[in-house]
């Protein structure tokens, strides 16, 4: 993995979440507090501007600074989440370098396998995990199968696609929506949208080829 498309990648990704302000915001103000649109923003905001320090850097050591960086900047319940998604992608790139698409969806597995351990959380509980879950799982299982990237990608969004739209029905066990019982049923889940909203602007880029 180059740490320029790692760059290119987060500026993708600010620029998709700050085009899905209204969605992000309002689920999050449905069934949450209202606050993550300018958690996803502020973070991601603060990753692309990152851009001149991280570019001479290895790509782990450039995915453990995102990381480090998202710790301190996102905030909220989604901030230690998505730093440990970054810490744990940063670890398997170390030892493999994510040179093919089966050694990044190793990497993508650690960084998800890291949100549940940080989060005590599993698919089914309406969070960003039932977008992240089967993503990791369809990326796994289309790069074993020797598929090219726009196929892979095409698979890896309609699991996106369908875990986002899971979260609709699910009663919260985790984050703040947990409260509201059955009041959440309904609603989408904000962490989901943010992530299936980074999903695809990941795969449009890889579909793209700037690898
Ligand atoms: P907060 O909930 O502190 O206001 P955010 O609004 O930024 O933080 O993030 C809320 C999102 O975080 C939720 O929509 C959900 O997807 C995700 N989330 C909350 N708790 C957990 C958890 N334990 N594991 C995984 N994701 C979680
Ligand atoms: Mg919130």
Redesign the pocket.
């Given at each position: 993995m180059k740490t320029a498309f790692i760059l290119s990648a987060s500026l993708a990704i600010h620029a998709a979440i700050v085009a899905n302000e209204s969605e992000i915001e309002s689920l999050?103000r449905a069934i949450?507090?209202g606050?993550?649109y300018i958690?996803?923003k502020r973070g991601t905001e603060t990753v692309a501007g990152m851009y001149n320090e991280l570019l001479p850097l290895p790509a782990d050591e450039a995915l453990n600074k995102i990381g480090i960086k998202l710790l301190s900047t996102?905030?909220?319940?989604?901030?230690p989440?998505f730093a440990s998604f970054f810490m744990g992608m940063a670890k398997v790139i170390k030892q493999n370098d994510g040179n093919n698409p089966l050694e990044i969806a190793a990497a993508f597995a650690a960084g998800v396998q890291n949100?549940m351990q940080r989060?005590?959380?599993d698919l089914g509980?309406k969070?960003?995990?039932d977008v992240l879950i089967p993503v990791s799982t369809t990326f796994t299982l289309s790069a074993a199968e020797s598929k090219n990237m726009a196929e892979i990608c095409s698979a890896i969004k309609l699991a996106a696609d369908s875990g986002l739209e899971s979260t609709r029905n699910l009663i919260a066990t985790?984050?703040?929506?947990a409260g509201l019982g059955e009041r959440a049923i309904g609603h989408l889940?904000?962490?989901?949208k943010s992530c299936q909203v980074m999903v695809y602007a990941v795969c449009d880029l890889l579909i793209k080829g700037k690898n």
């Open positions: 999050d949450g507090d606050d993550h958690n996803m996102i905030g909220g319940a989604s901030g989440l949100i989060g005590k959380a509980e969070t960003m995990l985790k984050g703040r929506a889940d904000a962490g989901a």
